[in-house]
């Protein structure tokens, strides 16, 4: 396998208030990846329109991220931040990519299972292809880095078949164009960091989610102080005392992710933590915990505030992001109809 520029995407959907497990598990490392990498960062509303949307919320979504995005420190100057419907190429890329990928492969992703539930001759078609849109949505850009929380990984494992399937399946094209030995990358997930699964406040056993019916499940990036402690106090836990060793949080989902969140938020280790609080009850962590949540959330929050407070300023910033990204994503799909053997 040759090697490629290393260049960074990845995206978040804009489907309703971002919480904890966004931030922790996807953008902050977005913001540490900035110093490294040349970083493309994508508001995903067609993944969004895969359940419907209502269009005035999905609008005001998609600015929400953009602003999350910009607060939580993603210069738009230097990298790139934009909307993903604004490009073509992803979509028409992704049929492609329906063309390459097999049916067992997207029969086997959990994700479609779980949004599907019993109702999967009801859903949409697009919701049972959001794989290889997202595949379409990295390698558009032959990205060679995603940092995504775990439920992304079997999505990304789909996006390396298909790159390495076209990779194959077009080997004499792609040679004879001059593309080498192979046109796609092999994207890596990037799922790193001391949070790559929060779950759900109510349920340890059910990640933070942004669709979950309960706003009590998870901390909202918009949340303000009051609301951080009360949904904290009244985060589900278990009787007994905090263990004072990792090895004691085994079977105790809700305990543990509590110590995760707080672990993460203050950059301690989770022994660390135990070694402080091992012992008591909960009241006591979990004031400790509201003011280290309060501590990483609300400056965000606020900042967000401020730029939601202009829309046009956070358009514009998207319309940029959409010019750059749109000369990148074209360079690719030119050459993708070169292989495939299209007119153009
Ligand atoms: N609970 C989580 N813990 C760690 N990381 C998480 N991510 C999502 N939930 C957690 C990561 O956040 C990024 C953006 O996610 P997304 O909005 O594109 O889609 P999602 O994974 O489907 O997130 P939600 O919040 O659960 O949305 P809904 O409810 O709309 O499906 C991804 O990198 C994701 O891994």
Redesign the pocket.
């Known amino acids: 396998m040759p090697t490629f520029p290393e260049r960074v995407f ?4 804009p ?2 208030s971002l ?1 904890l ?2 931030y ?3 953008i902050k490392r977005f913001v540490a990846l900035q110093e490294t990498h040349d970083c493309i960062y994508c508001v ?1 509303d067609l993944h969004a329109i895969t359940v419907q949307q209502s269009p005035v919320e999905l609008r005001s979504n998609i600015r929400e991220v953009t602003a999350a995005f910009i607060a939580a420190g993603i210069d738009p100057k230097k990298h790139i931040v934009f909307n993903q419907s604004q490009v073509a190429e992803h979509a028409e890329l992704a049929w492609v990519f329906n063309c390459v990928a097999r049916m067992g492969w997207l029969n086997r992703m959990t994700q479609f299972k779980d949004k599907a539930g019993k109702n999967s001759e009801n859903v949409s078609v697009g919701l049972f292809a959001y794989p290889t849109l997202m595949a379409a949505d990295i390698l558009v850009y032959r990205a060679t880095h995603v940092p ?5 990984k079997q999505h990304l494992e789909l996006s390396r078949d298909v790159a390495q399937k076209f990779n194959n399946d077009f080997a004499e094209s792609i040679a004879s164009n001059g593309f080498g030995e192979a046109f796609f990358p092999l994207p890596e997930p990037l799922i790193q960091g001391p ?4 779950m759900s406040l109510r349920d340890g056993s059910k ?5 979950d019916v309960s706003d009590y499940s998870r901390l909202n990036l918009s949340d303000d102080r009051d609301a951080i402690a009360q949904k904290i106090r009244k985060a589900k836990t278990d009787p007994e005392p905090l263990p004072s060793e990792v090895a004691g949080l085994a079977g105790r989902l809700e305990a543990d992710n509590l110590v995760g969140i707080f672990a993460a938020l203050t950059g301690e280790s989770r022994a660390d933590v135990l070694k402080r609080f091992g012992g008591q009850n909960f009241s006591a962590f979990k004031s400790a915990l509201a003011d280290a949540a309060v501590a990483g959330l609300e400056p965000v929050g606020s900042e967000m505030k401020r730029l939601l407070a202009d829309p046009g300023h956070l358009e514009a910033v998207l319309n940029d992001g959409a010019d750059r990204a749109r000369v990148l994503a074209a360079k690719t799909m030119g050459s993708v109809k070169d292989i495939l053997g299209f007119v153009r």
Do not use: F, I, P, Y
């Open positions: 990845s995206g978040v959907q489907t309703g919480h497990g966004n922790l598990g996807a995903v995504v929380g775990e439920d992304q949070a790559t699964r929060v990640k933070m989610s942004k669709s």
